[in-house]
């Protein structure tokens, strides 16, 4: 049994854009008709050049000093049935605190609060923390995790083992690299109004923000905070993200200390959090076209105090929002995802005798879920891109495909072998002295690793619509290239995919197997020697060679619809061939 606490504390302060940051596209500088993207229609440089952005803003963030605590508590213990069965049964309880701030400057989005706007009946707005009420999310206290694990000795030379178990993870309070803080109010951004209707071009970068920046308010303006702009918040009831595993391993002792091992393995995990938009617009309003992008009168004129919602006239979709006083709601730890993961194991050992060992690891498994990965893209270039956006807020389901992390096939060998020269080996049996020195002590060592290539997600700009683009009802697949250079200029068919029209959403799944990215073989060796001088004393020297064949691994292609390289690889990954030599003194 046993007891783990911890009092948990971060201090950050983020100046998230406190300069300004502006991101131009294509969309004001393409046509005929503005509304259709297409890989000769616009320039993201021709609109830099214009200086139009699409969107823009300049931030003044918040200092935070963070605290919260984390208790567990565990029971287990191992029941010897008989000669053959041993049990291992377990009870793991854990709470984790939710987060409280030194100076208050926290808040969550209470979606039944009354708007201080006058004209609508609209609901939601910022709870501020407080004296008293410190805390901006509840505490999951149901995290009780049982454990179950067995082995069976069948034969004299065969076990098998099982087992299942809960497993908590803490909940994830940071979508970025950086952490955030619900902090809006002690925080402020300034959005650049670009343009009204997405279309024609308001104001440009030569005088972006001509109302000046927005003074953090703190909590005095209560519900009135941030109108007009995206909420940014923690999830306020949230359910502790958890994980079910479970596997089953037959293992067997071979001739000549070989060992066989075959596993299943399997994992399924619920309330997995991502970030969740709760102010998209409802799909049923994207029949109304181009009249979402039409002008009206602003319902809100006088009472906002800055962005588009502070203009005499605004766009319809903007009215037609669930809480059209935000920009937008965002939820970055909605606990809404799944996984469903899967694989079997084999494992082929032989242990080390005689001066060799190597070890065979091949695993065939599939990962699904229904939310990107959450991984950073910083220092992290395997997996850097692999996050497809959501399509439509209304049907998560859809989002339901294999994972951009899935990897069907991994292979690995390591392997150790002292080379057969010097003292009581094949060759040069009889060196001594300063030759057999120079002969005795050689080990030979290495990795080599393969693996298939991830799912490739495709995306296409969709003028007031989804993100991904329309299958021309065939695999993009190609499977007959001629040589690697044309692998590289055309990794997928690309007349395969079709860029929807404005206002709809592509039939393109978030994923797909059937058109994946290139394959990763590495292979590291390494010579040593270690020479003994004296009793107590050796010299060990070590050649060491990672990726030793200087294979390039290719990223993966570009999947954008309307990119001018679309189906191209133009980078790669890893590293290429490295050298080191070292020497090391053993006394």
């Given at each position: 049994m046993g007891f783990d606490g911890r009092l948990r504390r971060l201090n950050r302060a983020s100046v998230t854009a406190g300069g300004g940051r502006y991101n131009?596209?294509?969309?004001?500088?393409?046509?005929?008709?503005?509304?259709?993207?297409?890989?000769?229609?616009?320039?993201?440089?021709?609109?830099?050049?214009?200086?139009?952005?699409?969107?823009?803003?300049a931030n003044i963030g918040a200092a935070v000093a963070l605290q919260n605590f984390y208790f567990a508590g565990y029971l287990q213990d191992d029941l010897r049935v008989s000669s053959k069965l041993t049990v291992n049964v377990g009870l793991r309880y854990e709470v984790e605190s939710p987060y409280t701030e030194r100076y208050n400057q926290l808040n969550y989005f209470d979606f039944g609060l009354a708007s201080p706007l006058r004209g609508q009946p609209l609901t939601g707005g910022l709870?501020?923390?407080?004296?008293?009420?410190?805390?901006?999310?509840?505490?999951?206290?149901?995290?009780?995790?049982?454990?179950?694990?067995f082995a069976y000795s069948a034969q004299r030379k065969t076990v098998v083992r099982g087992g299942f178990g809960f497993f908590y993870s803490p909940l994830e309070t940071s979508n970025s690299d950086t952490g955030f803080s619900p902090s809006d109010g002690f925080s402020s951004a300034t959005p650049m109004i670009s343009t009204l209707d997405g279309v024609r071009p308001l104001r440009s970068v030569g005088n972006p923000f001509p109302e000046g920046l927005i003074r953090p308010a703190g909590s005095s303006l209560g519900a009135a905070t941030f109108l007009g702009q995206t909420i940014n918040v923690w999830m306020n009831s949230p359910t502790t993200p958890i994980v079910y595993q479970w596997n089953l391993d037959i293992q067997r002792e071979l001739p000549k200390a070989f060992l066989l091992d075959l596993a299943y393995t399997a994992s399924h995990g619920s309330h997995l959090t991502q970030g969740r938009d709760f102010n998209a617009l409802d799909p049923s309003f994207l029949a109304l076209g181009t009249g979402l992008q039409?002008?009206?009168?602003?319902?809100?004129?006088?009472?906002v105090p800055t962005g588009p919602l502070a203009q005499p006239r605004i766009a319809r979709r903007q009215t037609l929002l669930p809480r059209p006083q935000f920009g937008g709601v965002m939820v970055i730890n909605d606990t809404s995802a799944n996984s469903t993961y899967h694989a079997m194991n084999l494992k082929m050992e032989k242990r080390y005798r005689a001066g060799a060992g190597f070890l065979m690891a091949y695993t065939w498994s599939k990962l699904i879920s229904d939310a990107r990965n959450g991984l950073p893209t910083l220092d992290n270039n395997q997996n850097a891109g692999l996050n497809p956006g959501v399509q439509n807020w209304y049907d998560l389901r859809s989002e339901r495909s294999v994972s951009e992390l899935d990897v069907a096939h991994t292979l690995t060998l390591s392997y150790v072998a002292e080379l057969p020269f010097g003292k009581n080996k094949q060759f040069f049996a009889g060196a001594r002295g300063m030759a057999g020195k120079i002969v005795d002590g050689w080990q030979v060592s290495g990795v080599t690793a393969w693996r298939s290539g991830f799912p490739l997600n495709f995306s296409a700009p969709i003028t007031g619509g989804g993100n991904r683009p329309n299958s021309a009802g065939r695999s993009a697949r190609i499977s007959d290239h001629a040589s690697r250079a044309s692998s590289l200029r055309r990794w997928f068919d690309t007349t395969a995919f079709t860029v929807p029209p404005p206002f709809s959403f592509g039939n393109t799944g978030r994923n797909l197997t059937d058109v994946r990215g290139?394959?990763?073989?590495?292979?590291?060796?390494?010579?040593?020697?270690?020479?003994?001088?004296?009793?107590?004393?050796?010299?060990?020297?070590?050649?060491?060679?990672?990726?030793?064949?200087?294979?390039?691994?290719?990223?993966?292609?570009?999947?954008?619809?309307?990119?001018?390289?679309?189906?191209?690889?133009?980078?790669?990954?890893?590293?290429?061939?490295?050298?080191?030599?070292?020497?090391?003194?053993?006394?």
């Open positions: 131009f596209t294509r969309a004001f500088t393409q046509g005929p008709d503005p509304n259709q993207a297409a890989i000769t229609a616009g320039s993201g440089m021709a609109s830099f050049l214009l200086g139009v952005p699409q969107t823009g803003d709870i501020f923390a407080k004296d008293g009420s410190r805390t901006t999310f509840r505490s999951d206290r149901n995290n009780f995790a049982p454990r179950f694990g039409a002008l009206v009168d602003n319902p809100f004129a006088g009472q290139p394959r990763l073989f590495n292979w590291d060796v390494s010579l040593a020697k270690t020479t003994t001088i004296t009793e107590r004393v050796r010299l060990q020297f070590r050649a060491e060679s990672f990726n030793v064949m200087n294979r390039p691994n290719f990223f993966l292609p570009v999947t954008n619809a309307v990119n001018v390289q679309f189906g191209q690889i133009n980078a790669t990954i890893g590293n290429p061939r490295i050298n080191q030599l070292a020497m090391k003194l053993l006394f």
